[in-house]
């Protein structure tokens, strides 16, 4: 079997500090596992706080993990420090929000084209290569583009002007941090289907950080749902959102609008009384409404179903 492009294993991280009298600390990810292969889709699902954004930083080398491991093609980001300095060109992130991303006293032409001078991927007049890559996001003519300023740009442009510049170390894989959150409906589809063409002509593999359920739907070969820093549920996007397991997914699912969802199919949703998790027991147990006695006093592992399915949830181990 070959090896895959990506490969995250018991991947953790605690933020916080420490005293003389005192111990601060917060546990953002917790026993994170999964793969990605070339060409394909991973979303990464959530509310706010879930520990969606600190793996996407995790896996750029942005912040170092607390605990587990990062492998890229076989080669370990916690064993081999001189693979941190070569990652820019194995794996690119794209932020969420485009206007605060791009330097507003820099020309396109400037932005796209200096980390190909930094890297060394470029000797020489970038001009041509930048004209070639926003073309290839769509930015035409790209002539009109790139002696722009950013604020010269719509949202839109702004993050075909990110891809264009992702685009321009050959990644291998891309992280997209709430990529359309910033945009209208409309241009965020238009973002969607770009990303979905690049990955095929380009052989990307994408890790998709979204709360949108229609989206991860829409892009993903798999979702993995996340709750309190943990996976909760992992498996094919068809099967994770037409038959979801754990209560979480359900919660979400029954969440979002559809007009076409059956009136009589409803979840009980409980007062979460605060946001802080508990320290004990099944994270999701407070707002669950299948907890028992074991929810709330014992930890509980990932079962594996079979296939690609995964759940943690006392109602399956």
């Given at each position: 079997?070959?090896?895959?492009?990506?490969?995250?294993?018991?991947?953790g991280k605690v933020f916080g500090s420490r005293s003389m009298f005192r111990k601060n600390e917060f546990r953002?990810?917790?026993?994170?596992?999964?793969?990605?292969?070339?060409g394909e889709v991973l979303a990464i699902v959530g509310e706010s706080g879930s520990g969606k954004s600190t793996i996407a930083r995790m896996l750029t080398n942005l912040i170092p993990a607390t605990s587990g491991d990062i492998m890229y093609g076989g080669q370990s980001l916690r064993r081999d420090k001189r693979l941190?300095?070569?990652?820019?060109?194995?794996?690119?992130?794209?932020?969420?929000?485009?206007?605060?991303?791009?330097?507003?006293?820099?020309?396109?032409?400037?932005?796209?084209g200096r980390?190909?001078?930094?890297?060394?991927?470029?000797?020489?007049?970038?001009?041509?290569?930048?004209?070639?890559?926003?073309?290839?996001?769509?930015l035409t003519p790209a002539e009109d583009f790139i002696d722009k300023y950013p604020y010269q740009l719509s949202g839109?442009?702004?993050?075909?002007?990110?891809?264009?510049?992702v685009l321009g170390l050959a990644p291998k894989v891309i992280v997209a941090d709430e990529p359309t959150s910033m945009l209208d409906v409309s241009i965020g589809v238009d973002i969607m289907n770009l990303l979905l063409d690049l990955k095929s002509q380009?052989?990307?593999?994408?890790?998709?950080?979204?709360?949108?359920?229609?989206?991860?739907?829409?892009?993903?070969?798999?979702?993995m749902v996340m709750y309190a820093g943990q996976m909760v549920e992992y498996g094919p996007?068809?099967?994770?959102?037409?038959?979801?397991?754990?209560?979480?997914?359900?919660?979400?699912?029954?969440?979002?609008?559809?007009?076409?969802r059956d009136a009589s199919l409803t979840m009980e949703i409980i007062d979460p009384q605060g946001m802080e998790i508990p320290k004990t027991g099944c994270a999701f147990h407070h707002r669950c409404p299948h907890a028992g006695d074991a929810c709330r006093t014992k930890s509980v592992a990932v079962t594996k179903l079979g296939g690609e399915r995964q759940v943690r949830c006392h109602l399956y181990t």
């Open positions: 079997m070959s090896k895959p492009l990506l490969h995250v294993n018991e991947l953002a990810v917790h026993d994170v596992s999964f793969r990605l292969e070339q941190g300095r070569k990652l820019p060109t194995f794996v690119q992130m794209i932020f969420q929000d485009p206007f605060a991303a791009l330097n507003p006293h820099h020309t396109i032409g400037y932005i796209v980390p190909l001078l930094v890297q060394r991927q470029w000797k020489g007049d970038t001009r041509p290569k930048v004209l070639e890559l926003l073309q290839k996001v769509g839109g442009q702004k993050q075909r002007v990110m891809i264009a510049k380009e052989q990307l593999a994408l890790i998709l950080i979204t709360h949108n359920l229609g989206s991860a739907k829409y892009m993903a070969d798999r979702i996007a068809e099967q994770v959102i037409g038959e979801p397991l754990h209560p979480y997914t359900k919660l979400l699912i029954y969440s979002s609008p559809d007009p076409w």
